[in-house]
């Protein structure tokens, strides 16, 4: 039976007692749960990457997490008159986790929802075209059935295990345009109203 339950996002700057709650946290990828736990606090200090939290009010834990941040993916480009290298402004989307009690419930999808919603603010106010992410082999299928594609479309954990190759430290680029988020029905937020103070 589907429960209904309210989860709170907010940043990492706000969540009390991170440390203490980010112990408890396994998302079952040793990597990214180290990651969680020392370093994200720091690239948070130092502005390099940011990162949000989900909680669970009720319990008091941390359900899962993302951060992100932006920069330019260059590719090589083949025109008639040659090959060019273009620049395409996106937003990097560095870590995305949940715990393993929450893992198939649905929660994953949801924060996903909420990141694109999140996303199209930013496309809205800064013109980046893409998202791109770096997935474990483990994660590739979740992202494929949120839209993600294959930067390089052969180069699936399965083609490489076909060789008898060990994926589990290999990362399979992916991205997300924000043109199929839009195509998608995707919206930045509306409510953008300014409580301001005319003088005159």
Do not use: W
């Not at 791109?132 to 993600?148: A, I, M, P, Q, W």
């Not at 294959?150 to 345009?177: C, S, V, W």
């Amino acid at each position: 039976m589907n429960q209904s339950r309210a989860f709170k996002l907010c940043p990492l700057s706000t969540c009390p007692h991170f440390e203490e709650l980010a112990l408890h946290f396994d998302s079952t990828n040793r990597g990214i749960d180290i990651f969680f736990r020392k370093e994200c606090p720091k690239f948070e200090s130092t502005q390099k990457l940011k990162t949000f939290v989900l909680m669970d009010p009720i319990k008091n834990q941390i359900v899962g997490f993302f951060s992100s941040t932006v920069g330019l993916l260059t590719q090589n480009v083949k025109k008639d008159d040659g090959t060019y290298k273009v620049d395409t402004p996106y937003i990097n989307l560095a870590y995305f986790a949940i715990d393993k009690e929450y893992q198939g419930t649905g929660i994953g999808r949801a924060l996903m929802m909420e990141f694109f919603s999140m996303c199209m603010v930013i496309a809205l106010y800064t013109g980046v075209q893409l998202i791109y992410l770096e997935s474990v082999d483990e994660s590739v299928n979740f992202y494929k059935r949120l839209g993600y594609e294959l930067l390089h479309k052969d180069a699936t954990p399965e083609a490489y295990q076909k060789f008898g190759n060990d994926t589990r430290n290999i990362q399979f680029p992916m991205l997300r345009k924000i043109s199929d988020l839009i195509a998608d029905g995707h919206s930045p937020y509306i409510d953008n109203v300014l409580p301001i103070n005319v003088e005159k």
